[in-house]
């Protein structure tokens, strides 16, 4: 299965082609009963949706004529009707003949689109051969519950599906992985005559997202997360709410985070209200990744115009970039990529970033304003806690403005060797509580100790919290720790770990659009959603 680039020139087809009327959004109908259809075709309306699908074979005591009238007439939206059956992934089991008759029946009573398997499009066109109302619409689909074939065999079902006389080609395939989506979206932007298309499961989620980028005449979002009609199917107010799918057009940049799992990130979140918040034409998507070169590689063109970076792949991008800001080099972790014009990766580290101006901001505070430029951490005693990915980002931040670092771990070794990469001096977590050089140090705790569920721990003991004129914490679950709440107790400036988090956001918002970050957008979205 080979996986082409996603180039510029399929886009560019996408923006001169054929379709240039918006992407349909359809919610599915999955009640057992006629009436909880009709309830829940209302939800669809409200929520936004702009078609609804009757899936027949969801309800337990089908009368063809009668229900049929009754959810057709009665839908306050566009209806497509499918009835599918069992052997194409469907709940019907019953006779062929019936089940087509119900489709036909379906087509006279007014319903604007039906859905046909591929399997038997052919007989079932040809039955309906002049008899299709105006304006009604047959969707031919094909569904593989197993894989993403190659273009080259996606290209040939396209053809088989045309071949029936369908008006609307629909493909459903499998992700296996992400990038098994870059060959659907190649067929939608190409295709003569309109086309869904669906890449399921986790690793597909943005098939579903992008498809108004891509051309996709529908796409499918469920009227509650718990109902969905296939494999990752998005709930159609996520769609509409969170994604802003409505202003997704084919020049519209994409960017997301990558991690596995990523589908807890709250960033599209943030993100997409901020590109909203100005009218900036673009999307931030979760990008469920497991091979990050072989994401880089695909998704290639500009219009792909960088991503966050999470967990597992802050290591393993670093090997993808073209340009790596020289911090984050040295700290070996990159959380923020940037495809430049000419297609190129530069990475940043925003972590280290928003951990190191809430601390400079937090010392600001304390001293008030400092006349002279540079940073209030130059010359101070910056003792770091732990010697991790988030310990690195904290000691070579620091070294960077000047202070004269301190590494504690548990594990001295680790201590000692980060300690050395930047010119500072290491000891043990338990050697902290007997630290007291001078006064006015500065403490940032980035080791696990305090983190829920374990919120009754502290790294180190409250008496030694004395020496330090602020502290700062990398958890931010919770946002007040142990540690935090007892050096504040002792006098000591605070700075939150979600301080942090918000910072390093922003950082992520500048080098991605040029912009400054909305803050206050930020600061109250992240209020009411952490
Ligand atoms: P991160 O990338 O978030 O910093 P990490 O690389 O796993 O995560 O590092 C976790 C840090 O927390 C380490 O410094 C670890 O100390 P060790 O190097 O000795 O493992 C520290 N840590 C974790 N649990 C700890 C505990 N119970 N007591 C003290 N330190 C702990």
């Known amino acids: 299965m080979g996986s082409l680039p996603f180039s510029v020139s399929d886009l560019q087809t996408s923006t001169s082609g054929a379709r240039s009327s918006p992407t349909l959004l359809c919610t599915p109908l999955m009640g057992t009963t006629v009436d909880q259809m009709l309830i829940e075709m209302r939800k669809a309306k409200e929520i936004g949706s702009d078609v609804v699908e009757i899936r027949l074979d969801c309800l337990r005591n089908f009368n063809p004529r009668p229900d049929?009238?009754?959810?057709?007439?009665?839908?306050?939206?566009?209806?497509?009707?499918?009835?599918?059956?069992?052997?194409?992934?469907?709940?019907?089991?019953?006779?062929?003949?019936?089940?087509?008759?119900?489709?036909?029946?379906?087509?006279?009573?007014?319903?604007?689109?039906?859905?046909?398997?591929?399997?038997?499009?052919?007989?079932?066109?040809?039955?309906?051969?002049?008899?299709?109302?105006?304006?009604?619409?047959?969707?031919?689909?094909?569904?593989?519950?197993?894989?993403?074939?190659?273009?080259?065999?996606?290209?040939?079902?396209?053809?088989r599906i045309q071949?029936?006389?369908?008006?609307?080609?629909?493909?459903?395939?499998?992700?296996?992985?992400?990038?098994?989506?870059?060959r659907i979206f190649h067929i939608m932007v190409h295709s003569q005559i309109p086309t869904i298309g669906?890449?399921?499961?986790?690793?597909?989620?943005?098939?579903?997202?992008?498809?108004?980028?891509?051309?996709?005449?529908?796409?499918?979002?469920?009227?509650?997360?718990?109902?969905?009609?296939?494999?990752?199917?998005?709930?159609?107010?996520?769609?509409?709410?969170?994604?802003?799918?409505?202003?997704?057009?084919?020049?519209?940049?994409?960017?997301?985070?990558?991690?596995?799992?990523?589908?807890?990130?709250?960033?599209?979140?943030?993100?997409?209200?901020?590109?909203?918040?100005?009218?900036?034409?673009?999307?931030?998507?979760?990008?469920?990744?497991?091979?990050?070169?072989?994401?880089?590689?695909?998704?290639?063109?500009?219009?792909?115009?960088g991503c966050s970076c999470?967990?597992?792949?802050?290591?393993?991008?670093?090997?993808?970039?073209?340009?790596?800001?020289?911090?984050?080099?040295?700290?070996?972790?990159?959380?923020?990529?940037?495809?430049?014009?000419?297609?190129?990766?530069?990475?940043?580290?925003?972590?280290?970033?928003?951990a190191i101006s809430a601390i400079e901001d937090g010392l600001r505070g304390l001293n008030g304003p400092n006349p002279a430029s540079g940073s209030p951490l130059a010359g101070k005693l910056f003792v770091v806690l732990g010697a991790g990915g988030a310990g690195k980002s904290l000691a070579y931040g620091a070294a960077q403005?000047?202070?004269?670092?301190?590494?504690?771990?548990?594990?001295?070794?680790?201590?000692?060797?980060?300690?050395?990469?930047?010119?500072?001096q290491a000891m043990t977590l338990a050697e902290v509580d007997n630290f007291h050089p001078e006064e006015g140090m500065v403490l940032a705790n980035t080791t696990s100790v305090g983190m829920k569920p374990k919120i009754d721990e502290a790294p180190i003991s409250k008496q030694s919290l004395k020496n330090y004129c602020l502290v700062f914490d990398a958890i931010y679950t919770p946002k007040e720790t142990r540690l935090?709440?007892?050096?504040?107790?002792?006098?000591?400036?605070?700075?939150?770990?979600?301080?942090?988090?918000?910072?390093?956001g922003f950082e992520q918002y500048k080098n991605f659009t040029g912009l400054p970050a909305p803050e206050e957008l930020f600061r109250q979205l992240m209020e009411k959603h952490a």
């Open 401 to 424: 403005k000047g202070a004269r670092v301190v590494v504690a771990n548990r594990t001295f070794e680790r201590a000692k060797e980060l300690a050395d990469k930047v010119g500072g």
């Open 198 to 305: 669906i890449v399921m499961g986790e690793r597909g989620l943005i098939s579903r997202l992008l498809s108004p980028k891509f051309g996709g005449y529908l796409t499918y979002g469920a009227l509650e997360a718990g109902a969905i009609s296939a494999p990752g199917q998005p709930t159609a107010k996520d769609l509409l709410d969170l994604y802003n799918f409505r202003l997704i057009r084919p020049d519209t940049t994409v960017y997301g985070i990558i991690g596995k799992p990523v589908g807890h990130s709250k960033s599209p979140l943030l993100f997409n209200a901020a590109f909203k918040s100005v009218g900036l034409n673009a999307v931030y998507v979760h990008y469920l990744v497991d091979d990050v070169k072989k994401f880089f590689d695909t998704y290639s063109s500009p219009d792909w115009a």
């Open 68 to 159: 049929l009238e009754i959810l057709i007439k009665r839908s306050p939206l566009p209806t497509l009707v499918t009835y599918r059956p069992i052997w194409e992934g469907g709940q019907y089991e019953g006779d062929e003949t019936k089940r087509q008759d119900a489709l036909r029946l379906a087509m006279e009573l007014g319903a604007d689109f039906i859905d046909v398997e591929l399997e038997v499009a052919h007989d079932f066109n040809s039955s309906i051969y002049g008899k299709k109302p105006e304006n009604f619409k047959v969707i031919v689909s094909s569904h593989n519950f197993h894989n993403t074939p190659s273009s080259e065999a996606i290209g040939n079902l396209v053809a």
């Open 310 to 354: 999470t967990i597992p792949h802050k290591e393993a991008a670093l090997k993808c970039m073209d340009e790596i800001d020289p911090i984050a080099k040295k700290i070996g972790a990159i959380n923020n990529i940037v495809r430049r014009p000419d297609g190129t990766l530069t990475a940043f580290n925003t972590d280290y970033i928003g």
């Open 484 to 504: 935090l709440r007892e050096a504040r107790e002792t006098g000591a400036v605070i700075v939150y770990g979600t301080e942090m988090l918000i910072r390093q």
């Open 163 to 182: 071949a029936t006389g369908a008006d609307i080609v629909k493909i459903a395939t499998t992700a296996l992985d992400i990038t098994d989506c870059a």
